[in-house]
């Protein structure tokens, strides 16, 4: 007896008798052995909330019967909690729209909701996953609804993890900041630069690629459910679509509003492109971070080497004593990762067809990939990276000495032509471009000391953010 029976409309299954899920998912799992990928927990916390609202929302309404309708509720909740996980089994990879899922939840519910009214898995004469639990409901409504609510839930890390990583770069501006180096530009010799203004502005980046998610999180906050399958809420009596969203707002704290037009909320998922664009624009970022600073830490005797990344394990099973920068190597891979799973999200979006886009199954599980391995590729990244980054202050000052884009600063004094000779002699013989304008007697000793001041070097004034007033000025913005 370690099996049941179940039946459906296409006639009977034999599901385990132990599971919670039914004969829909079984037929799921037959059909799709596809990648071994199960739904995300945080799709299906959101799918369990989903079902709490709805069957709280009918027994209001008087329209569920309130013994029903409390084991839903109560079977929900613990699902929305974490229970049951192993019965969520179908694959990421399934049939469209993800009615497997769906059904998968409402299976796992109802045999839930029947153990706690002290009856049989499969009695769904009591309670029925398409009668009571998806009742006034379609997948078509309740997985875009729930592809919103995960992705709302998967933010908060990236934010904390974005906030932890813009603190700890800061904190190395502030360290650093005291350090004159050669700027670069076309990865040439370019203008000085403060080291600690490097590290700045990459804080800066992170805040940046963080307000972009938070503002392109907006359109998450309304959700389709109440609209069933195409949007003219078919099946739902007068008044649920508002009383289960706001239901659902309570139980999530989350500010969730009925979409403006029912129809565009379930053809469309305009939302989950630009949430996943917003994602990626922070991959773009900190992929662009991980690379400077594998280049600045290049070496020890042949690259840059003006910072030191900390050593975190050995590089190199044949060179002894060959240390990688392999954080800043990880979090690239995850930038490449995350870019590429944009691309299959925007795809499945514009996938889309009629009244419905059915491509929402991999919308979901790619965007929620991309948010976990970004969160924790910035965490690592702060504390495994940039927490404990060295410079080599000496380094920079003899990269800086003989820089000939120093000869920049001699422009307004001797003109362009003249002090391009001066930076290709400085050049041709490895001299600093102070030590051949003093050489050849074009300045008074003082006018070259004032020119090449470590003011007159980094050009540090007001609005120029790279003196006290603009550390002042960006610490107030932050």
């Known amino acids: 007896m370690d099996r049941r029976i179940e039946r459906d409309s ?18 799921a799992i037959e059909n799709f052995p596809i990648s071994g990928e199960r739904p995300h927990p945080l799709l299906v916390r959101a799918y369990a909330l989903i079902k709490k609202a709805a069957a709280r929302a009918h027994r209001e309404m008087g329209n569920l019967e309130p013994e029903k309708a409390d084991a839903i509720i109560r079977a929900a909740d613990e699902i929305a909690r974490g229970a049951l996980a192993d019965h969520f089994v179908v694959d990421t990879y399934q049939a469209g729209a993800g009615t497997s899922t769906n059904m998968n939840v409402n299976e796992v519910i109802a045999n839930r909701a029947l153990e ?23 997948t078509n409504d309740t997985f875009p609804t729930a592809v919103h609510l995960a992705s709302l839930f998967a933010l908060p890390p990236i934010y904390e993890a974005a906030d932890e990583l813009a603190g700890a770069l800061d904190r190395k501006g502030e360290e650093f900041h005291d350090i004159v180096k050669s700027g670069r530009t076309h990865l040439q010799d370019a203008m000085p630069i403060r080291l600690g203004q490097e590290f700045r502005a ?20 309304e959700v389709a459910l109440g609209g069933t399958a195409v949007g003219t809420g078919t099946n739902t009596p007068p008044g649920f679509r508002r009383l289960a969203v706001s239901i659902l707002a309570e139980e999530t704290k989350l500010p969730l509003r009925p979409a403006s037009d029912p129809f565009e909320a379930i053809e469309s998922r305009y939302a989950s492109a630009h949430i996943s664009g ?47 920068p392999v954080i800043p190597e990880c979090v690239n891979m995850i930038c490449f990762q995350a870019i590429g799973n944009d691309v299959a999200v925007v795809q499945a979006v514009a996938a889309g067809q009629l009244e419905l886009n059915v491509m929402m199954p991999v919308i979901a599980a790619t965007f929620l990939k991309t948010a976990g391995i970004l969160s924790n590729g910035m965490q690592i990244l702060a504390r495994r990276c940039v927490a404990g980054i060295r410079a080599d202050p000496e380094r920079c000052r003899a990269y800086l000495e003989k820089n000939p884009s120093l ?29 051949i304008v003093r ?4 300045l008074p000793p003082e006018e070259i000391d004032r020119l090449f001041s470590e003011a007159a070097l980094l050009w540090e004034g007001e609005g120029r953010g790279g003196g006290d007033e603009g550390r002042g000025g960006e610490a107030a913005g932050r």
């Open 10 to 27: 296409l006639g009977e299954v034999r599901v385990p008798a132990s599971a919670y899920y039914g004969v829909q998912t079984a037929r």
């Open 116 to 138: 706690l009214l002290g009856r049989s898995r499969g009695d769904y004469a009591a309670i029925s996953p398409n009668d009571h639990v998806n009742r006034g409901q379609s």
């Open 202 to 221: 990459y804080a800066s980046a992170i805040r940046r690629a963080r307000r972009g998610i938070a503002r392109a999180s907006e359109d998450l906050y």
């Open 278 to 324: 917003a994602l990626r624009d922070l991959a773009l970022e900190l992929a662009r971070i991980a690379n400077d600073l594998r280049l600045l830490a290049s070496g020890p005797t042949t690259g840059f080497a003006e910072i030191e990344l900390p050593a975190v394990q050995p590089g190199s099973s044949i060179m002894p004593g060959k240390v990688n």
């Open 407 to 435: 000869a920049t600063l001699l422009n307004p004094a001797i003109g362009y032509l003249r002090a391009a000779e001066v930076a290709k002699e400085a050049l041709a013989r490895g001299a600093a471009v102070r030590d």
């Open 439 to 442: 050489e050849k007697g074009f």
